[in-house]
């Protein structure tokens, strides 16, 4: 089993991935700067996993146990070595990172563009840098379905093969993140998913569709700062009782009936992706894979509406406004590549999407706001 460095690991897709990974045997190293999260989130996976959550610095000061998390920011290089050092130094060197840790919301990206590509891009360079010098050269990168942009109706389901248009910040963050791996692995400018890769780098830059849903302990979910950004928290919030409705973007879309249509990945195959691109690089010659995490499905708005009301027994009001610039008609992954690559699908479907979800919402209305561990 290997020491992992999990960037970004208290976040939404890193808690449900560290508990994953803890269960498939790894150790783990979390580092976090909290700046969209709680340490909660951890403290619960650590209960989940049934093992105990040490706190560290990044001079490590403890032979590292099987969940260790350390605070800190990944554009702070000499946070970055001390952690590699440190674990070499007792004999625990890190063997692979999965780099969760990113800003991923599309409207803020707009208005802070230097500071998406800081902590998108320059945080990913900077931690490359410090994996390079310390030999450590797997790493599963958290890109998006993004960087498709507005996807030609003739390309869905969307191949990894599709152009590469994003159309905001935060996707031409990922973009150049992503190009930046490819120019590791000396593959510049090849559009081909799956390639030999120089310099002894294995690398997968996974693309997650739109991953929803929680643990179905209800323990562990999404937690949104402010008024959410996706629909699938907006609609719990509103079932929940938190926000009083949902406003629905457009109804004339060319769609069956006219909302968009999105493919949702329930979290806990999204993080079972993870742990299959990792075991795959780590046992194959350097690589990079390029691949998408999605279920193939699409599920409109009302769709999901509908399926939540279901679930949760309770209406959920919602008006139609006008489209919203920056949006796509049609968002469906073809995830072919990655169940031949990983032998790896999703298992879940929008009614345990929504049963988890639900789960989760009713059991933390406020998120890990007031919680109680
Ligand atoms: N959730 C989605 O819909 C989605 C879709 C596609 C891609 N992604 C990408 O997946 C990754 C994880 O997404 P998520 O939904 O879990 O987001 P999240 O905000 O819940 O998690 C990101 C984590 O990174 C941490 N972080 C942010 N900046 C940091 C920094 N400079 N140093 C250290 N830690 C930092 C945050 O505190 C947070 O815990 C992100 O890179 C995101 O862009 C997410």
Same mark, same amino acid.
């Given at each position: 089993?290997?020491?992992?460095?999990?960037?970004?690991?208290?976040?939404?897709?890193?808690?449900?991935?560290?508990?994953?990974?803890?269960?498939?045997?790894?150790?783990?190293?979390?580092?976090?700067?909290?700046?969209?999260?709680?340490?909660?989130?951890?403290?619960?996976?650590?209960?989940?996993?049934?093992?105990?959550?040490?706190?560290?610095?990044?001079?490590?000061?403890?032979?590292?146990?099987?969940?260790?998390?350390?605070?800190?920011?990944?554009?702070?290089?000499?946070?970055?070595?001390?952690?590699?050092?440190?674990?070499?130094?007792?004999?625990?060197?890190?063997? *692979?990172?999965?780099?969760?840790?990113?800003?991923?919301?599309?409207?803020?990206?707009?208005?802070?563009?230097?500071?998406?590509?800081?902590?998108?891009?320059?945080?990913?360079?900077?931690?490359?840098?410090?994996?390079?010098?310390?030999?450590?050269?797997?790493?599963?990168?958290?890109?998006?379905?993004?960087?498709?942009?507005?996807?030609?109706?003739?390309?869905?389901?969307?191949?990894?093969?599709?152009?590469?248009?994003?159309?905001?910040?935060?996707? *031409?963050?990922?973009?150049?993140?992503?190009?930046?791996?490819?120019?590791?692995?000396?593959?510049?400018?090849?559009?081909?998913?799956?390639?030999?890769?120089?310099?002894?780098?294995?690398?997968?830059?996974?693309?997650?569709?739109?991953?929803?849903? *929680?643990?179905?302990?209800?323990?562990?979910?999404?937690?949104?700062?402010?008024?959410?950004?996706?629909?699938?928290?907006?609609?719990?919030?509103?079932?929940?009782?938190?926000?009083?409705?949902?406003?629905?973007?457009?109804?004339?879309?060319?769609?069956?009936?006219?909302?968009?249509?999105?493919?949702?990945?329930?979290?806990?195959?999204?993080?079972?992706?993870?742990?299959?691109?990792?075991?795959?690089?780590?046992?194959?010659?350097?690589?990079?894979?390029?691949?998408?995490?999605?279920?193939?499905?699409?599920?409109?708005?009302?769709?999901?509406?509908?399926?939540?009301?279901?679930?949760?027994?309770?209406?959920?009001?919602?008006?139609?406004?006008?489209?919203?610039?920056?949006?796509? *008609?049609?968002?469906?992954?073809?995830?072919?590549?990655?169940?031949?690559?990983?032998?790896?699908?999703?298992?879940?479907?929008?009614?345990?999407?929504?049963?988890?979800?639900?789960?989760?919402?009713?059991?933390?209305?406020?998120?890990?706001?007031?919680?109680?561990?």
């Amino acid at each position: 089993m290997a020491q992992l460095l999990i960037t970004g690991g208290a976040g939404f897709l890193g808690s449900h991935t560290c508990l994953v990974l803890l269960e498939a045997g790894h150790q783990l190293l979390v580092l976090d700067d909290f700046s969209n999260s709680s340490a909660i989130s951890l403290e619960r996976v650590a209960e989940l996993a049934g093992v105990p959550l040490q706190r560290d610095q990044p001079t490590l000061k403890a032979t590292l146990e099987a969940f260790t998390l350390v605070e800190g920011d990944i554009r702070d290089t000499q946070c970055l070595d001390a952690l590699f050092t440190s674990a070499k130094a007792f004999g625990q060197p890190i063997e *692979a990172v999965i780099h969760f840790a990113g800003l991923k919301a599309v409207g803020e990206s707009v208005q802070q563009p230097l500071r998406y590509w800081d902590v998108n891009v320059v945080g990913t360079q900077r931690l490359l840098t410090a994996m390079n010098f310390h030999h450590c050269r797997t790493i599963v990168f958290s890109s998006s379905a993004t960087l498709y942009g507005y996807p030609h109706p003739n390309q869905i389901p969307i191949p990894e093969t599709a152009p590469i248009q994003p159309i905001n910040p935060y996707g *031409a963050s990922k973009h150049a993140a992503e190009a930046l791996l490819a120019d590791l692995a000396g593959c510049s400018g090849k559009p081909e998913p799956i390639q030999a890769s120089s310099g002894g780098w294995r690398i997968a830059r996974l693309r997650y569709f739109n991953p929803v849903g *929680a643990h179905p302990s209800g323990r562990i979910g999404e937690d949104p700062n402010g008024i959410p950004n996706n629909l699938f928290p907006f609609i719990t919030q509103v079932a929940v009782g938190r926000r009083p409705e949902l406003t629905v973007f457009g109804d004339d879309w060319p769609t069956p009936d006219g909302t968009g249509v999105r493919d949702y990945i329930h979290v806990m195959d999204l993080a079972e992706g993870h742990r299959e691109a990792l075991h795959s690089l780590l046992n194959s010659d350097p690589q990079l894979l390029t691949l998408n995490l999605g279920s193939g499905q699409g599920a409109s708005v009302l769709d999901v509406v509908k399926a939540m009301e279901a679930t949760s027994q309770r209406a959920i009001p919602h008006r139609i406004a006008p489209r919203r610039p920056g949006d796509a *008609a049609i968002t469906v992954a073809n995830p072919t590549l990655a169940a031949q690559q990983l032998h790896w699908r999703t298992q879940r479907s929008l009614t345990d999407i929504c049963r988890d979800g639900w789960a989760w919402q009713q059991d933390n209305p406020n998120g890990y706001g007031e919680a109680c561990l």
